[in-house]
């Protein structure tokens, strides 16, 4: 027969601060949550959220994001100090030699102390680097790597824009291979395609 635990072996949660409670919950909530001061200051953090490049007990963590998107970061925290609107923002935190792309939702919570903002992070590197394949994808050739004609026609769009305010003019060079039809036909597709993928890479070296 079951019986219930002895209040003794486990003392009630709910007699706990709720900035102790809430300490207890930066672990699960997110893949970095903060508890911040209304200067921005952070005043604690879940384990993920230490291990980012530049942390400190203190630091501010508009520090800890790159340069771009300090001031977004620093807009949604104010809001969220002084006229209680929860923001979602997106920035980039430092880590190492590359960034790491952050989802953040702030919002005011009572703590008892003056830790009153919590941000709770999703990493979203995954999903920046897959939008960065497919828009790479859409604007380059899939064989060689290059840029493809809708890269080319929106570039030489820019040139004669900037061309017609400055006065100045420009040139478009066009690259034949010499028999390299032979080479498609006489010796297949496949040597063909490897032919264009070194002109690719010697293209790429002086380009």
Known sequence: MLTPPSAASHPP??????????????????????????????????????????????????ALVHDVDQAALRHALDGAATAHEAALVEARF???????????????????????ILVIGRDMSAQHATEERLRHMATHDALTGLPNRLLLADRIR????????????????????????????????????????MAATRLRRVL
């Open 158 to 197: 820019v040139v004669i824009s900037n061309a017609r305010r400055s006065g100045q003019g420009f040139s478009v060079v066009a690259i034949g291979m010499d028999g390299f039809k032979k080479v498609n036909d006489g010796l297949g597709h496949p040597l063909g395609d490897a032919v264009l993928q």
């Open 94 to 116: 430092r880590s190492g030699e590359r960034d790491i792309w952050f989802e953040l939702r702030i919002a005011q919570l009572t703590t008892g102390d003056d830790a009153q």
């Open 13 to 62: 949660t709910a007699h706990l601060p709720p900035a102790t409670l809430l300490d207890g919950l930066l672990e699960s909530a997110g893949d970095a949550v903060f508890r911040v001061a209304p200067c921005g200051t952070i005043r604690a953090a879940g384990t993920r959220a230490q291990r980012l490049h530049g942390y400190a007990s203190g630091c501010s963590l508009v």
